[in-house]
């Protein structure tokens, strides 16, 4: 069934009139359409694209099935749309902004209506499309990792790492970094998300790699831990214990499974182990055309996964003055288990 079908079965579920769409990924997921500038109303029987002058010769070519309205100032153009269908409710996107909002009661007299993010319920499960595109993405961010051991050596700097890894990404084919490119070695590792800074590497360094790529609009992300030089023995206790989590996690991985026993199967290793307090984030999250996506995983959440969800396992355990450490691989969650797309080595390296 096409996307828009879909989502006007939800809306009728949920008694939706009709539905204001303004953020553009999930503009693109519904239309295909890649640009600054659009507006998508969907009512009972019919589907709007608004854009400007600059975007409709692309949009005739690539928004197949909506009508197409060339204006500047969509709010107008939806509302002698809603008059001419008699709508009398209209439901917007709730990240939208205050000025958004006042703009939309200043220009529409229907009653406006808070978001249930149905573009979002159903960008949650990924078709085999959207699947093939996030799995080569992890592909490039895999070839990148190994090409990035030959790199790395004591006195280069973290942004050297970074630079090395966004571009190498580009040169695979990526047409960009998916988010800033995350390189925290030394003490800086137990900083979960410590971006690279001017900091040199040395000797004895834990460096973890967290990164990944856009792939026609798809996402890869994915961390690896790699050490320069001997690691201490504690390190090597942290490794292999997050290491466990990240594999026990995969092995238990399948739809049916609760939100809450994601995050805790994998929280359970590292609680035996005593590093409990130290891993001090959650077990993943959905990827997709965002990086961070639905579904989300809260440790009271009786909600299940679903075939078809791409979703990341990233244990880590942070100690302060000491370093950290953390594994992220990228699942696709199947009826009997999970295909796990990011394929590059989790072994303890030693560079
Ligand atoms: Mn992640």
Redesign the pocket.
């Known amino acids: 069934m096409e996307r828009i079908e879909k989502l006007r079965n939800l809306m009728k579920e949920d008694s939706v009139e009709s539905l204001l769409i303004t953020n553009l990924n999930n503009i693109f997921y519904l239309t295909g359409f890649w640009g600054t500038s659009a507006t998508v109303l969907v009512t009972e029987n019919e589907q709007y694209f608004i854009t400007d002058a600059r975007y409709t010769l692309i949009a005739r070519e690539t928004v197949k099935n909506f009508k197409i309205i060339e204006s500047r100032q969509p709010l107008v153009e939806v509302d002698s749309i809603l008059k001419s269908e008699n709508i009398s409710s209209l439901q917007f996107e709730g990240e939208v902004s205050f000025a958004f909002y006042q703009n939309l009661k200043n220009t529409l007299s229907v009653d406006l209506k808070a978001s249930s993010n149905l573009v979002e319920k159903l960008r949650i499960i990924k078709d085999n499309s959207e699947i093939k595109l996030i799995e080569k993405a992890c592909s490039i961010s895999d070839q990148a990792f190994i090409d990035v051991l030959d790199f790395i050596k004591v006195g280069i700097s973290e942004l050297d790492v970074a630079n090395f890894l966004d571009f190498r990404m580009r040169e695979l084919g990526a047409s960009g970094i998916s988010f800033e490119t995350i390189v925290a070695s030394g003490n800086r590792s137990s900083m979960p998300h410590g971006v690279a800074s001017d900091k040199l590497l040395e000797l004895g360094d834990t460096i973890t790699l967290d990164f990944g790529c856009y792939y026609n609009h798809y996402v890869s992300?994915m961390t690896r831990t790699v050490f320069l030089g001997q690691p201490e023995d504690k390190m090597v206790e942290i490794y292999n214990t997050v290491l466990e989590s990240n594999n026990t996690l995969i092995n238990q991985t399948r739809a049916g499974l609760l939100y809450k026993d994601y995050d805790g199967i994998a929280r359970d290793v590292i609680e035996q182990t005593g590093y409990g307090d130290y891993f001090t984030h959650g077990i993943?999250?959905g990827i997709g055309i965002d990086i961070h996506e639905d579904p989300f995983f809260g440790k009271t959440s009786e909600e299940k996964l679903q075939a078809g969800m791409v979703i990341?396992d990233?244990p880590g355990i942070y100690v302060d003055d000491l370093g950290g450490v953390r594994i992220?691989d990228d699942l696709v969650v199947l009826d009997d288990g999970c295909k796990i797309i990011t394929k590059a080595p989790k072994e303890l390296i030693i560079i």
């Open positions: 992300d993943g999250h990341t990233e992220e």
